[in-house]
């Protein structure tokens, strides 16, 4: 069973591959993501990863690792707070905030963090199911 404010770890990064998969399965082929010369053009000088393939992140984790099979993903919120580049290390972070043992749910605060600079680029919240876990 899994405790009230337990902390589970992932370190990952996605490459430029990952990205054009991503744009390819989603539809969502934004020049932003995917042509260097016109993000160059951006605030941003270079193309950043999509925020949906970075939240794609947690729901690895939560459906494998953490609390793992048998989970059923009920909700997530996320919040893009700065952007995310290809070849980079990040950190997701899942903290249970809460935790309901009759229904066998729980809330889970999810977050990244660019390794380098540790700095918070994502920020969110998952309502996870699992009878085995809580």
Known sequence: MIALNTVHRHKFSFTQDDVILFAKVSGDHNPLHLDTEFAATTPFKRPIIHGALASSIFSKVMGTEFPGFGSVYLKQVSEFKRPMFVDTDYEAVFTVVSID????????????????????????????MNAEQF
């Open 101 to 128: 043992e009759k229904k066998h749910i729980a809330e889970v605060k999810c977050e990244i963090f660019d390794v380098a600079t540790n700095k918070k680029t994502t920020d969110g919240m998952a309502t996870i």
